[in-house]
Nanobody
Framework: VQLQASGGGLVQAGGSLRLSCAAS????????MGWYRQAPGKQRELVAD???????NYADSVKGRFTISRDSAKNTVYLQMNSLEPEDTAVYYC??????????????????WGQGTQVTVSS
């Protein structure tokens, strides 16, 4: 699975950005997709994810401001970020979880990562 992220940039506080992440390659078996972020000196944290069935999950810090969505036909996940704050400044990484089966029929979940995209929010 290859993931290509786009949409980062520089925006003033209160502004909006939309991130996109398109999956290609061996996409059968992809379940959850979503976004993590990592700010300088901090651990990578989950921002939002969405299941293949459309169930969503958000970090408390972005609830009400960010919206994750998914276009299964395009194998693409989006993150609409509104009311951005300087604390949202980070490198954002998209991911996709893919379930596949070993030769013995055992299910294995594998996480695939896109390249990071920088989001900078100025005060």
């Amino acid at each position: 699975v290859q993931l290509q992220a786009s949409g980062g940039g520089l925006v003033q506080a209160g502004g909006s950005l939309r991130l996109s992440c398109a999956a290609s390659g061996s996409i059968s078996g992809i379940s959850d997709m979503g976004w993590y972020r990592q700010a300088p000196g901090k651990q990578r944290e989950l921002v939002a994810d969405i299941s293949s069935g459309g169930s969503v999950n958000y970090a408390d810090s972005v609830k009400g401001r960010f919206t994750i969505s998914r276009d299964s036909a395009k194998n693409t996940v989006y993150l609409q970020m509104n009311s951005l704050e300087p604390e949202d400044t980070a490198v954002y990484y998209c991911f996709a979880n893919r379930l596949y089966y070993t030769d013995y029929g055992n299910p294995v979940a594998q996480k695939h990562w896109g390249q990071g995209t920088q989001v900078t929010v100025s005060s």
